[in-house]
């Protein structure tokens, strides 16, 4: 069972919220900056507004063009190009949208007089049970001091300190 109720009137709020998203945090200027430029005819926006509502939506893109609900003007390998695009930087995308939000909405809810403090977190991602995974690693795990089958999570997080 979906935990987002399918309705148009829900598709219509996400819609609305990525769109909002897209022009507070300035998304086409950061892209731009990030060489993820349009190659043939359709806009870059168009395909990133599809790929951000797509993680709201209770389909997969597979799923959408299998029962018809895929109603876009472009493809699924435009959206496979896009994403795997070589001439995308997509790690100076997260990296500059990552400061925006920052920067634009989260350190004004906090008092000059607090100190800025980034949390980095390297925690494991078991998968102990897993053999023939991509990537999969024999990593150390520093809470039980043992090497186990996984990957590590890097995460960062911010806060401010009293």
């Given at each position: 069972m979906s935990s987002i109720p399918r309705n148009?009137?829900?598709?219509?709020?996400?819609?609305?919220?990525?769109?909002?998203?897209?022009a507070e945090?300035?998304?086409?200027?950061?892209?731009?900056?990030?060489?993820?430029?349009?190659?043939?005819?359709?806009?870059?926006?168009?395909?990133?507004r599809y790929l951000f509502c797509l993680l709201f939506s209770d389909r997969s893109m597979y799923m959408q063009r299998k029962t018809g609900i895929f109603k876009e003007d472009f493809?699924?390998?435009?959206?496979?190009?896009?994403?795997?695009?070589?001439k995308t930087n997509w790690q100076r995308f997260t990296t500059l949208l990552s400061a925006n939000i920052?920067?634009?909405?989260?350190?004004?809810?906090?008092?000059?007089?607090?100190?800025?403090?980034?949390?980095i977190?390297?925690?494991?991602?078991?998968r102990s049970r897993s053999k023939k995974t991509e990537l999969l690693a024999k990593v150390f795990d520093h809470c039980s001091m043992k090497?186990?089958?996984?990957?590590?999570?890097?995460?960062?997080?911010?806060?401010w300190l009293v």
């Open positions: 148009s009137q829900n598709e219509n709020n996400v819609l609305d919220f990525v769109t909002n998203f897209i945090f300035h998304i086409g200027k950061l892209l731009f900056k990030s060489n993820a430029g349009k190659e043939k005819g359709i806009p870059v926006m168009d395909i990133f493809s699924k390998n435009t959206v496979y190009r896009f994403i795997n695009s070589p920052v920067n634009d909405f989260m350190k004004p809810l906090t008092s000059e007089d607090r100190k800025d403090v980034f949390i977190d390297d925690s494991l991602f078991d090497y186990k089958r996984g990957y590590r999570m890097l995460t960062l997080g911010a806060a």
